[in-house]
């Protein structure tokens, strides 16, 4: 099976301006996690979207959002970029069923925001 | 809200010498708990976990010891290597819809 899968891979954006990343889960994974990680830091958890659905939420700002579709790939967007945006997202996917199940990471998308 | 601890933040050892690396969880309902090895510019990957009905779990050099009642796991890692230098995160679960809560991390140095 394909591992989970980022594009881009690099992005540099300028404060102001909106940014849309996407995952692509393990082929029968119906969830998707997202995470911002910053140099030196843990895996801040942003939000978790099951069968289209957000099931789970972390504390960040309205200006991180995100989608998924029925395919189970799922997109992040954050708008209105500032410095601090600045970071390493990941997304994991996870089958998502009722049991405790292992997350897989994607390879990240770093985001430079000038 | 539930949370997970991991101590030490930075640990440095020689090669050869053990590692351990220890989590405490405030969920009592989680029931599964993976550890994570992230080198440097790659992906977290899972290198073992253990669920609640076990209390031990080996893989070569790497053990997990899970004590319920008090609440926490610890990671070992024997014979250490150079290449087991990494930031290790463990993590918590306890499925059913509920988000897995990592904890903040520990960057191991092995040194040569």
């Known amino acids: ?114 | 809200g539930e949370n997970v601890e991991q101590h030490p933040s930075t640990l440095s050892v020689q090669e050869g010498d053990s590692a351990v690396i220890k989590c405490t969880y405030s969920d009592s309902a989680s029931n599964y708990f993976p550890w994570y090895k992230q080198e440097l510019g790659k992906r977290p990957q899972l290198i073992i976990d253990i669920r609640s009905n076990v209390g031990e779990k080996k893989d070569q050099r790497i053990a997990v010891t899970l004590n319920k009642t008090a609440k926490h796991f610890s990671l070992h890692i024997t014979e250490t290597q150079p290449e087991d230098s990494a930031v290790y995160f463990c993590a918590a679960s306890r499925g059913g819809g509920f988000k897995t809560i990592f904890g903040a991390g520990t960057r191991l140095f092995v040194k040569a």
């Not at chain 1, 994974?29 to 979207?49: K, N």
């Not at chain 1, 069968?51 to 200006?63: H, M, W």
Request: glycine share 12%.
């Open chain 1, 1 to 114: 099976k394909a591992g989970v899968t980022q594009t881009p891979r690099y992005l540099i954006k300028t404060r102001g301006q909106q940014v849309t990343l996407s995952c692509s889960p393990i082929s029968g994974h119906r969830s998707v996690s997202w995470y911002q990680q910053t140099p030196g830091q843990g895996l801040q958890f942003l939000f978790e979207y099951f069968s289209e659905t957000q099931r789970n939420k972390g504390n960040f700002p309205g200006r991180f959002s995100g989608r998924q579709f029925s395919n189970s790939r799922s997109e992040m967007n954050v708008s209105t970029l500032e410095l601090g945006d600045s970071a390493l997202y990941l997304c994991a996917s996870s089958l998502g069923g009722a049991s405790q199940e292992t997350q897989y990471f994607g390879p990240g998308t770093r985001l430079l925001v000038l």
